[in-house]
Each structure stands twice: as structure tokens, then as C-alpha cells.
């Protein structure tokens, strides 16, 4: 899917593909190296993550093991809800494990840091987070994110797995919609 196949809905490419391609590999290559040595198990929260998982994971050198997670924060809709859920749970123990999860965007901030306390709980050996995108709002929260890809503006984006009303997650980019698309 690209931009050709939406019409007027896109109001425009925020992040290329390029961009994303070699942001991601200054990130592989940063946690390479904060992991060198240690057994590493990513948990990518579904469905957001899925683009950013598949391709920084192919990029990391070192062996690591992958399980995933869905959370309900948002309805359809572009606004948190506050209330977190979880719909799968991981299929580790991920007690003494080093874990590393993997978002695609921070907005307001309260599904991660509900997940990283959550993990964190779980006797889990570190819990670091590596997000694609970060909203200004993500600020407020006490959560450190270790690795992240874009700070961006508070707006609403699409694409690389992310979505509005299940749709636009297969765009290779992060773009932005137009606004009669969501009013
Ligand atoms: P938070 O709890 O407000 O940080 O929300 C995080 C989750 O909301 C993300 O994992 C996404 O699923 C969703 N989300 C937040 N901002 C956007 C956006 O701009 N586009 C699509 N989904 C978003
Ligand atoms: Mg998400």
C-alpha cells in the first residue's frame, strides 16, 4: 500500500521509509551494544508494533527471543482512554529475563508505564522500552523510554502499523490523515 492508494485521505508523509529504515539502525545498533552478552526478550505490543518489530528485530545481531502482548488503551477513536487491559498476555516467564518492549507510539503515556510496571512486577531482570514515535505528552510520564525512533508533534498519525479504526496500518511511512477522515 502507498501514498497513490489512498486517494485524498493522506494529507501528507510525516516520516519516510528511508527515515524509518535508518533510524532503526542507529537503534539496532545501540542495542547491541547495551545488550552485548545478555539474553534479550523483546515484547512487542500488538497490533502497533508489529511493523517496528519485524524490522528492528532483523537488524539486531545478537540472538534474541520475541513474544507479544495486546493491550486495549484506545477504541476506535484518537483519544486515551486511561483504562488499560489485557487481552493476550505473554507466553514467557520473564522472571530474571531482560526485556525490552517495543511500542509504536507514546502519546499520553499510560500504557506504557501501566506495562512497564506491569512487567517490572513479574520479577523481570530490566524492563527498558523501545518506541517508534513520541508524543510531547509522553513527558509527564515517570517512565524512562530508553530507545526512541521520532519525537513528533501531537497529532494524529497513521501507517507503519499504525491505525485509525483498524485502518492504514500497512503503509510503509507514518503519515499524517486529513481531517475529514477521522471528524
Ligand atoms: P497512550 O496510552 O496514550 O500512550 O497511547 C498509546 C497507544 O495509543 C499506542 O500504542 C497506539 O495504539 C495508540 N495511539 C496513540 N497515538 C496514536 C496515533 O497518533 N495514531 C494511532 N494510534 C495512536
Ligand atoms: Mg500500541
Redesign the pocket.
Known amino acids: 500500500m502507498d501514498k497513490s492508494d489512498l486517494g485524498q485521505e493522506l494529507a501528507g508523509i510525516l516520516i519516510s521509509k528511508d527515515q524509518i529504515d535508518a533510524r532503526l539502525d542507529a537503534l539496532a545498533a545501540q542495542i547491541d551494544s547495551d545488550y552485548a552478552g545478555s539474553d534479550l526478550l523483546l515484547v512487542g505490543?500488538l497490533?502497533?508494533?508489529v511493523m517496528v518489530m519485524a524490522d528492528l528485530s532483523r537488524k539486531l545481531h545478537s540472538a534474541v527471543t520475541m513474544d507479544w502482548m495486546a493491550v486495549s488503551?484506545?477504541g476506535s477513536g484518537?483519544k486515551?482512554s486511561?483504562v488499560?487491559r489485557i487481552m493476550k498476555d505473554l507466553d514467557t516467564d520473564i522472571h530474571g529475563r531482560h526485556v525490552l518492549i517495543v511500542?509504536?507510539?507514546?502519546?499520553?503515556?499510560?500504557?506504557?508505564s501501566?506495562l512497564a510496571s506491569n512487567l517490572s512486577s513479574r520479577g523481570a531482570a530490566s524492563v527498558e522500552v523501545a518506541a517508534l514515535?513520541r508524543?510531547p505528552?509522553?513527558a509527564k510520564?515517570k517512565v524512562d523510554v530508553k530507545y526512541v525512533g521520532f519525537d513528533i508533534a501531537n497529532?494524529?498519525?497513521?501507517g507503519y502499523g499504525?491505525?485509525?479504526a483498524e485502518r492504514y496500518r500497512n503503509l510503509p511511512f507514518v503519515g499524517t490523515l486529513v481531517p475529514e477522515v477521522y471528524q
Open positions: 505490543v497490533k502497533g508494533a488503551s484506545y484518537t486515551s486511561g488499560v511500542e509504536d507510539v507514546i502519546d499520553s503515556g499510560l500504557t506504557l501501566w514515535l508524543k505528552g509522553a510520564v497529532e494524529f498519525v497513521v499504525l491505525d485509525f
